[in-house]
């Protein structure tokens, strides 16, 4: 299961409307891929195609789709966005991350 906070769904709703996405039928599709300074990262973007290996959550009104394979890294994340100084963005909380670089953006396990 994919969590995302009450700030990071209003962005979404924002951003996917902007997009030309509708957040009650479309997803947020969220990965993981090889890269970054700490070895994985994080993948996020609109989308309203389901593939065969697709799992697909909602939380906080939010469909979430995610590969099988990133599934087994990202299972207990929370979906945050921040406005802070250190830069505006989504954040992935991942409790399963040993490591992260200074910039949130990628992890190792």
Known sequence: M???SEIAKHKVIEMMAADGFDSTT???RVGVKSGGCSGLSYELKF???QLEND???ENNN???IVDKK???YLV???LDYSGG???TGFVFNNPNANRTCGCGESFSL
């Open 2 to 4: 994919i969590q995302v």
């Open 26 to 28: 479309d997803f947020v």
């Open 47 to 49: 989308d309203n195609h």
């Open 55 to 57: 799992k697909i959550f």
């Open 62 to 64: 939010i469909k979430i």
């Open 70 to 72: 990133s599934f087994l």
């Open 76 to 78: 207990g994340t929370t």
């Open 85 to 87: 100084l250190n830069g």
